[in-house]
């Protein structure tokens, strides 16, 4: 792999050309097709929660860091108009800077052709381009700052010609620079915006401690500085904490598990299982060549490691595979790993992959010397279907041609609609629609002083779609409240009539409802709208109207549930 640099490099010209027909037409490309899918998809469940967090900004949040809040606000703030496609303008615009960012490391650490197919190998993987690239989540501000972190890494460590010692070689000696507090910098804007961050950081210092060369940087007085602008990067998150008596962190690495059901010991099978559905998310003609790729490089890392006898410049392309595989293999094993315990979600290893991409493409131009049409095939039918298959599945979110029954279903439908999981995802534009045209509802929004749900993911739908109507507080009367126990004190509605909204399956007992009914001297049916797609009904909207707020709701933690008698169960230490 020595060769990767030099047999691969560009010539000054076909950069230039490279750049304006190659990067350019994948950058733009790929946002026309992300464009199209963010405007017409539902949104997620998360996604409407992270709108929330725009209009409630604070310096952080209990489940994660604040710059999610900022990357959904932006649209909407902008435009004025709260649809999904405004809540996701800011993850399509930060990801084709992160595809800059990614191309720019690549092209320095090896080359420009390298560089290129990074891009054309992340734009094709549909976990990247629907997680980091669609749908608004705290992982469009890290990939951009992972991406940032590696760039400045590949300053650092692979300095330019001015730094550059005889035949083009760095000089015997690695000597820190300014740029170790920019690492700094830039490591903890990953931190505020996920807590992968941390592992980043770690990954970093790692690398440094593995190689003999990069430990001088542990040692310079630059890593002072380093730490200083870490820690003050990072007040937003240290403010927030100790403000809440560091519950975010709590709930990361404890609080969120303690609900988990499943068995308490390691699950070989579980592991196995979570692993190749990451390999399913990534697409599996690019997500295997990724693990095997990731696997042979450790491997040949492994023995360099123990045995350090290459020449000058082929070191130095092992430091730079050393530097990727670093910043990415702890976290990818990491999540694997963790996932023979609990359950793990597709997008928490996911920054490793985007790294191993660079490792991957370098081997795919390798391949594609050997076997150009086999890899032109690869490409352009692993583009082609996957457009395809994202096409076939928007369609149906929207218009439920696979639905059964639907007006527009293809061969009368396949999957009935009470089995369709897709009906998870609630149209908020349609339920803002029918809000504003059910008498009984539009009259109550004027009336009422607040509106609750009885589950967390659902306040965000509710709050789409009821806040381009009136602008009243949404909140989550539930164990498990999230952010909705730090947003608003149940104690300032006392007195006040509210609008309890819910979906169908919570209504099928009078359980949930009864649980309410102690709070408000009485709580009636006022509406059910119905939510269609294709024609049928796809979810139903039960809306009640609860009069006299009498006793404030008691959330299991933040500043409201600081009075309580005792610590609710799952937040004690």
């Known amino acids: 792999m020595a060769g990767w640099s030099n047999d691969q490099r560009s010539a000054p010209g076909d950069r230039k050309v490279g750049w304006a027909s190659g990067l350019l037409a994948l950058v733009l490309g790929g946002l026309l097709y992300r ?35 900022l990357t959904t ?18 993850a399509l615009g930060l990801y084709c800077v992160s595809l800059v960012l990614l191309y720019l490391s690549a092209a320095r650490l090896f080359s420009a052709a390298i560089g290129r197919m990074t891009v054309a190998i992340v734009t094709l993987i ?30 650092e460590f692979f300095p330019g010609n001015s730094r550059l010692g005889h035949h083009g070689l760095i000089k015997a000696t690695y000597v820190p620079t300014w740029r170790i507090a920019l690492l700094g910098c830039t490591v903890a804007l990953a931190c505020l915006s996920k807590y992968h961050g941390f592992v980043l950081g770690l990954s970093l210092v790692g690398f440094c401690v593995a190689y003999r060369p990069y430990r001088a ?51 070989l099978g579980q592991m196995v299982g979570y692993w190749l559905l990451s390999i399913v998310y990534l697409f599996p003609l690019l997500g295997f060549p ?9 491997g040949k890392q492994a023995l360099f490691w123990v045995s350090p006898s290459l020449s000058g410049g082929e070191a130095q392309e092992h430091y730079k595979q050393a530097l990727i595989l670093w910043l990415s ?23 490793g992959y985007w790294g191993i991409a660079i490792l991957l493409a370098a081997q795919v131009l390798v391949w594609q010397r050997r076997r150009p049409r086999l890899i032109r095939r690869w490409l352009w039918g692993s583009g082609l279907f996957l457009a395809s298959l994202s096409m076939v599945a928007l369609l149906h979110l929207r218009l439920g041609i696979l639905q059964q029954p639907s007006t527009y279903a293809i061969l009368g439908g396949l999957v009935p609609v009470e089995q369709d999981g897709s009906t998870e995802l609630l149209d908020t534009s349609q339920m803002q629609r029918l809000f504003a045209s059910t008498p ?3 009259t109550a929004l004027d009336e009422v002083g607040f509106v609750f749900t009885n589950e967390y993911y659902l306040g965000g739908y509710f709050a789409m779609a009821i806040h381009p109507l009136v602008d009243l507080p949404v909140t989550a009367f539930s164990p498990d409240p999230r952010g909705f126990a730090f947003w608003h004190n149940p104690q300032d509605w006392v007195g006040q009539d509210a609008l309890y909204v819910t979906i169908d ?14 709070l408000f001297d009485s709580i009636e049916p006022l509406a059910t709208v119905p939510l269609r797609r294709g024609g049928a009904i796809t979810e139903t909207i039960h809306v009640y109207r609860a009069n006299n707020l009498r006793q404030a709701y008691e959330y299991p933690y933040g500043p409201s549930a600081r009075a309580l008698p005792q610590p609710p169960a799952g937040v004690a230490e």
């Not at 725009?54 to 489940?63: A, C, I």
């Not at 990724?290 to 450790?298: C, I, N, T, Y």
């Not at 293999?329 to 979600?345: D, N, S, V």
């Open 440 to 442: 009984e509802v539009r």
């Open 505 to 518: 399956r919570f209504t099928e007992s009078d359980e949930i409802v009864d649980r309410y009914r102690p």
């Open 290 to 298: 990724l693990w095997w790729v990731a696997a042979k490089q450790s």
């Open 126 to 155: 549909p976990l990247f381009s629907i997680g980091f690239g669609i749908l608004t989540s705290p992982d469009n501000g890290l990939i951009l700052f992972w991406s940032a972190t590696l760039l400045v890494a590949s300053w």
């Open 217 to 267: 940087a542990l040692r310079s007085p630059w890593l002072l500085l380093t730490i200083v602008v870490f820690g003050l990067t990072l007040f937003p998150l240290w403010y927030w904490n100790s403000q809440h008596d560091w519950i975010s962190f709590r709930f990361q690495l404890g609080m969120r598990f303690d609900g988990n059901t499943g068995s308490s010991g390691f699950s």
């Open 35 to 69: 464009a199209i899918v963010a405007f017409w998809m539902l949104p997620g469940f998360d996604e409407a929660y992270y709108y929330l967090y725009s209009r409630y900004l604070n310096w952080s949040y209990f489940d994660h860091p604040p710059i999610v809040a």
């Open 329 to 351: 293999l702890p976290i990818m094993l990491l999540f694997t790993l963790l996932g023979g315990k609990q359950q793990i979600l597709p997008a928490w290893p996911a920054p």
């Open 73 to 90: 606000g932006v649209g909407w703030w902008l435009t004025g108009t709260i649809s999904p496609f405004t809540l996701r303008l800011g």
